[in-house]
Antibody
Framework: QVQLVQSGPEVKKPGASVKVSCKTS????????VHWVRQAPGQGLEWMGR????????NYAQKFQGRVTMTRDTSINTAYMELSSLGSDDTAVYYC????????????WGQGTLVTVSS | DIQMTQSPSSVSASVGDRVTITCRAS??????LAWYQQRPGKAPKLLIYAASSLQTGVPSRFSGSGSGTDFTLTISRIQPEDFATYYC?????????FGQGTKVEI
């Protein structure tokens, strides 16, 4: 069955960086995009960007340009999202999500990774 | 960016009620809209894509309609497990954007 399993919770200090992993299984990794969506405590969903797992191309939300880097390792079917210059407003649950080529919806989500930014 | 506005922000319902949630996009001329359900502490779950297509495994009491800028999610006879928060999402252009959510409470 399709699974996206994310790395564990992180606690970071302001100004630091965090790298979240998303290990996939149950499907052909390079046939689907991986998107990243975050959710601050008690708030709604915010799209951060996506990576083409086949070619490695990325699209980032303007809000995160220059601070976010999405990569993937096709040898281990894993995608990564790194966010730098963390501030307290980056405290959120970060989700990876699977999207088919030509689709505009997410059919499978990771379980989420809580990133807490605190001094 | 395309702004997505859901209404109401919250709604109270009883088991068996019909519940309707609306979503309005600030621009658009297609049916590139999806609906998700999110229970507390869980990842969102896809319910509807292409405005009205039911995702495999989702109960038929859920339905979606609309096109262009105005969309609706309907739960025909709400069940206890349906009490959750619902989000619409547009995929017409990057950045993808979500509505602010509608919390359906008992």
């Amino acid at each position: 069955q399709v699974q996206l399993v994310q790395s564990g919770p992180e606690v970071k200090k302001p100004g630091a960086s965090v790298k979240v992993s998303c290990k996939t299984s149950g499907y052909t990794f390079t046939d689907y995009y991986v998107h990243w969506v975050r959710q601050a405590p008690g708030q709604g969903l915010e799209w951060m960007g996506r990576i083409s797992t086949n070619l490695g191309g990325t699209n980032y939300a303007q809000k995160f340009q220059g601070r976010v880097t999405m990569t993937r390792d096709t040898s281990i079917n894993t995608a990564y999202m790194e966010l730098s210059s963390l501030g307290s407003d980056d405290t959120a649950v970060y989700y990876c999500a699977r999207v088919g080529s030509g689709w505009y919806w997410v059919d499978y989500w990771g379980q989420g990774t809580l990133v807490t930014v605190s001094s | 960016d395309i702004q997505m506005t859901q209404s109401p922000s919250s709604v109270s319902a009883s088991v068996g009620d019909r519940v309707t949630i609306t979503c309005r996009a600030s621009q658009g001329d297609s049916n590139w809209l999806a609906w998700y359900q999110q229970r507390p502490g869980k990842a969102p779950k896809l319910l509807i894509y292409a405005a009205s297509s039911l995702q495999t495994g989702v109960p038929s009491r859920f339905s979606g309609s609309g096109s262009g800028t105005d969309f609706t999610l309907t739960i025909s006879r709400i069940q206890p497990e349906d009490f959750a928060t619902y989000y619409c999402q547009q995929g017409n252009s990057f950045p993808w954007t979500f509505g602010q959510g509608t919390k359906v409470e008992i």
